[in-house]
């Protein structure tokens, strides 16, 4: 029935190995932003506090920061060695839904550190639970088939095309397009931290 589907498209193999280079960069990249959200003033001003202060969404009023800044960090770092099992393709399966569970609390906690990169994480986190990404260049994966059915791939486009695009239209807007605000801002701060941007036009960055 499926090979006289017009959906047939959707189940031929490819190759799985530029899913999983993808899968490896991702991790390495989000690896990176945990260590640096674990030590971000932000969170300690945020996500370590009393409940009260914290800004929940409507629906997930019940997520409170746990155990204060220790219990918080633990969480991350458990987010960190899940990232770390996902970038080996080393129990895959449970390591991406542990990184989905502990990275979603971590981000839905508090609309103040929303981002939609943190939210494309989050989104991706899920989708990859039922991705085929450790086929390849894994501990799981290896002597196994290399082939995973086209629609890993294709949703993953998708997903990322809807939020960059919807990204887009909302920063249509005066502060944004001539402000260009908040991004001036966060340039600024990181030019007086860093020093590397010094000498370039934030102007030309922000376009």
């Not at 949703?155 to 887009?168: R, S």
Request: one cysteine or more; hydrophobic letters at 55%.
């Amino acid at each position: 029935m499926l090979k006289n589907s017009r959906l047939k498209f959707l189940f031929e193999k490819k190759d799985a190995h530029a899913l999983a280079a993808w899968r490896i960069v991702v991790a390495c990249l989000l690896l990176w932003d945990v260590f640096r959200w674990a030590n971000t003033l932000q969170l300690h001003t945020t996500l370590y506090s009393n409940s009260l202060t914290n800004f929940h969404y409507n629906l997930l009023m019940f997520l409170n920061p746990v155990g204060g800044e220790s219990g918080m960090k633990l969480i991350m770092y458990i987010v960190a060695a899940s990232l770390l099992m996902v970038l080996l393709g080393w129990k895959y399966r449970v390591a991406i839904i542990t990184f989905f569970i502990g990275f979603s609390y971590l981000f839905y906690i508090d609309q103040s550190i929303y981002n939609n990169h943190l939210y494309l994480m989050s989104v991706l986190g899920f989708l990859l639970i039922f991705i085929g990404a450790n086929k390849a260049f894994s501990i799981d994966g290896k002597g196994g088939d290399k082939k995973v059915p086209a629609w890993n791939y294709y949703i993953l486009q998708f997903m990322i095309f809807v939020v960059y695009f919807y990204g887009g239209i909302a920063k249509l807007t005066y502060d944004w397009l001539v402000l260009k605000m908040p991004v001036k801002l966060l340039l600024e701060s990181l030019s007086r931290q860093s020093g590397l941007v010094d000498t370039l036009n934030l102007s030309l960055i922000h376009i």
